[in-house]
C-alpha cells in the first residue's frame, strides 16, 4: 500500500543527462516571448502586434524568472543528479577497466555542459549563486559570487575536464543528443569554450586572457563546421525545434526579421538574405524588415526563412565560424594564435556562408567587396569583425547579443518607445523577481555591489 507504482524513486543518469541536455539547448533555441527574447535583443527579429519586449519591458511576463529558473532548476540541477549517481556508481563498480573510464568521461562532459550554462547566467545576470547553488539542505539560500572568479573558476573546470577526457573510449552513446558520445568532439567543444571565455575577459585582465586562450588553442579548437556543436530534433511533436513549435504548429504570426538586421544585409547585397528570410514583395528579390520596436503588420514585410522552422532544424551551441571570428579578435588583441586578422575573419565569414549553403562563387564575391574586405572595409577592427559576427550569428541570439555587448558595434540603438524610458539597448537581465521573496539578503548583496539592478548596467567585462 505504501509503495508508489507508477512514479520512480530511482533513475538512470543517462536519463537525466538527456532531459537537462534537450531543455538546456530547447532554452537557446527557443524564440518564445516568456523564455528567450535574445534574437529581439540582438535586434535579428522585430515584433509584429506585441511589441513589448523590443522595447525592453522584461518584467510583464518575467522573463528573467524563466531563463534563472530552467538553467538552475531543469538543467544544472539534473546535471548535478545524475554526476552524484555516477560517482555513486563508480564507488561501487566492478567490471572491466574500461568501465571506469566511460563513468570518468561521462563526469567530464557533465562539468563541461555545467560549465557552459553558468557562463550564460554570468553573461546574461552578472554575479550568480554558484559555490553555494544547487545545495538545498545546506545553502537553501545561496550567496551571488563574484562573476570575474566565476568566470575563472569555470576555466579551471574546463581545462580539467577536457584533459580528464579519454578520446579512445566512449561516454554517454546514444544518451547523448548533441554529440553522440563522441568524447573527442567534446573536448573541442570545452576549449572552444575555453577560448571564447578568455577572449572574453581581455578587456578585463590580458595576461590572464592570453595564457587561457592559448592553452585551449593548444588542445585543440573546433576547426570545421563537423565539429559544430548541434542537437537535431526530432519529427515527433514532443521533440520537435522550438522555433517550429513557436512559429508553425502555434499558427500564430508574432515574429518578423527587424529592419535593422535586413537594412545593413540589403547594404552588402549579402547572399545569406535569400536564406535569412523570404523576399518582399514575394518574387522580387527584395527584402524588407519590420520596424524594431513598433506594431508591425505581418503581410507588409519579408518572413523568417522556413528553413529554420523545419521541425528537425537543429539546435546550435557553437560552430566553426565563431571560433574564427574569436581568432580573429585574438590577432587583434595581440594574442599570438597565428594567422593574420585577415585570414581568420575571411574563414569564419566563409564558414558562415558555406553553413547556410551559399554558392562558392558567391562567397568570393562577398568577400572581395570593398565594405566587406577586412583592409577596405569601415571602421576600427572592433567594428569589422562586430558587424560580420552580427550577421553571422543569425539565429543564435544570445551569441549576438554578447557579441554586441562585448564589441560595441553594430550601432545598435534603442526604439524611441522603451518600458520605464530605457535609453539604450540592454546589457543584462534584472535579477529575477522571486530571489527578493525566496533570497533576499543576498539579492540585495549582490545588488549593492553591482550599484543597481538596472537592465543597462554592464556585466564585469563590459568595459567600453
Partial sequence: MNQDTKNPTITSPDYLFTNAEKVMV????????????????????????????????????????????????????????????????????????????????????IDI????????????????????????????????????????????????????LDKSVGSFGDADLIYGGNTAKWAKFANSLRFRMAITMDDVDHTY????????????????????????????????????????????????????????????SDPRRAKYFTEYPEGSGQYKGGVYGTVNIYGDFSHITPTIKDPVYPGVLFTYSEVEFLLAEAVERGIAVGGTAESHYNAAITASLQDWGVAAGDIATYLARTDVAYATATGTWQQKIGEQAWIAYYNRGFEAWTSYRRLDFPALVAPPVTFGDITEVPKRYSYPGIE?????????????????????????????
Fill in 209 to 268: 586572457a592570453s595564457t587561457e586562450a592559448l592553452a585551449a588553442q593548444a588542445d585543440g579548437l573546433i576547426l570545421t563546421s563537423a565539429d559544430g556543436t548541434y542537437m537535431p530534433y526530432a519529427t515527433n511533436t514532443t521533440n520537435n525545434n522550438p522555433l517550429y513549435l513557436d512559429l508553425v504548429a502555434s499558427g500564430r504570426d508574432d515574429f518578423i526579421p527587424a529592419n535593422t538586421f535586413v537594412n545593413k544585409l540589403n547594404a552588402l
Fill in 26 to 109: 530547447d532554452q537557446v533555441t527557443s524564440t518564445s516571448v516568456n523564455f528567450n527574447v535574445f534574437r529581439l535583443y540582438a535586434q535579428h527579429w522585430a515584433e509584429v502586434q506585441y511589441p513589448q519586449e523590443t522595447q525592453y519591458d522584461l518584467t510583464g511576463r518575467r522573463i528573467p524568472d524563466n531563463h534563472w529558473a530552467t538553467y538552475y532548476r531543469d538543467v544544472l540541477r539534473d546535471y548535478k543528479e545524475a554526476k552524484n549517481l555516477l560517482i555513486q556508481e563508480k564507488a561501487s563498480y566492478t567490471g572491466a577497466p574500461e568501465g571506469l573510464v566511460v563513468i570518468d568521461n561521462k563526469i567530464a562532459i
Fill in 436 to 464: 527578493q521573496t525566496l533570497n533576499a539578503a543576498n539579492l540585495e548583496a549582490a545588488v549593492a555591489k553591482l550599484g543597481n539592478n538596472n537592465v543597462t548596467t554592464k556585466i564585469f567585462w563590459d568595459k567600453h
Fill in 113 to 164: 555542459l555545467s560549465s557552459y550554462c553558468y557562463n550564460i547566467l554570468v553573461d546574461t545576470f552578472g554575479d550568480v549563486p554558484y559555490t553555494e547553488a544547487l545545495d538545498i539542505d545546506g545553502h537553501p539560500q545561496p550567496k551571488y559570487d563574484d562573476a570575474q572568479t566565476v568566470y575563472k573558476s569555470l576555466i579551471t573546470v574546463l581545462t580539467q575536464a577536457s584533459h580528464k
